[in-house]
């Protein structure tokens, strides 16, 4: 892999508890999947750490050779279910953030890593189901993201169509490249999966993935830091 010159392939995935959309096991096929895109960042969620549905993350970590991060949401079994982040670039540090959850519980994933001599905050999150809960967890992530100085990246799953709230703040990378009328999610017309940058950071394209390994299809963004 050629990681030089600050450009970067990114990518954002719900990948469904490693099952396609008739709840078939799809882990092996995903991971072959992320290993032929060659992203250099790339946030996952709905993946497990746990001996009821598999140790997912480790499984990918292993498999990708990458880094990783894992924000474990929600206890299940011996392990957790939550959200996660895989990189080949050195991760200077990690940060939880819990988010307001009446069901079940969500957070922010917020990793430091080091690209070239730059620092870049990578943050990935899955949104609650009710508009009400999103509007109390959008909230949180908003100030949590206008205390950040450096250059970010923020991906993930917010279970919404409306992305307004973020246009002061950073980047639409669907938008910018003008595909964002493209669907996120199998047998609907909706775009619930986003990859936003800071405004510093150059977006050179974006695109939805049409492969049916979830219930969701993956996203990717290419950008210059």
């Known amino acids: 892999m050629e990681y030089g010159n600050n450009k970067i392939r990114i990518m954002s995935y719900n990948i ?5 959309l008739f709840m078939l096991p799809s882990l092996d096929k995903i991971i ?8 250099q960042i790339i946030g996952i969620q ?14 990918m970590k292993q498999r990708l050779r990458m880094n990783s991060a894992f924000a474990p949401n929600v206890k299940i079994g011996d392990g957790y279910y939550g959200i996660g982040i895989f990189t080949p670039y ?8 819990p988010l307001p959850s009446t069901k079940e519980q ?9 690209i070239n001599h730059q620092r870049l905050h990578v943050m990935n ?7 009400e809960e999103r509007e109390k967890q959008i909230e949180k992530i908003q100030k949590y993201i206008s205390s950040i100085k450096e250059p970010f990246l923020f991906m993930g799953d917010l ?24 669907s996120t999610l199998l047998c609907y017309n909706k775009r619930i999966d986003y990859i936003f940058v800071s405004k510093s ?16 299809y993956p996203i990717m963004a290419e950008i210059i830091i």
């Not at 469904?16 to 396609?20: C, T």
């Not at 072959?32 to 992203?39: M, P, Q, W, Y």
């Not at 993946?47 to 598999?54: D, K, L, Q, T, V």
């Not at 999150?125 to 508009?131: A, E, I, V």
């Open 46 to 59: 709905e993946i497990n750490e746990n001996n009821r549905r598999g140790y997912q993350v480790s499984r």
């Open 32 to 39: 072959h999947f992320i290993k032929e895109e060659d992203c």
């Open 90 to 97: 050195k991760i200077l540090q990690t940060n939880h953030i």
């Open 125 to 131: 999150t899955h949104l609650g189901l009710s508009r």
């Open 16 to 20: 469904h508890s490693g099952k396609d």
């Open 106 to 114: 969500r957070g922010l994933l917020d990793v430091t890593l080091l």
């Open 201 to 216: 950071i150059k977006v050179l394209n974006y695109q939805v993935v049409p492969v049916k390994l979830s219930d969701h």
């Open 159 to 182: 279970n919404t169509a409306v992305t307004g709230w973020s246009s002061h703040q950073m980047v639409d990378t669907g938008k910018a490249c003008q595909q964002e009328h493209l």
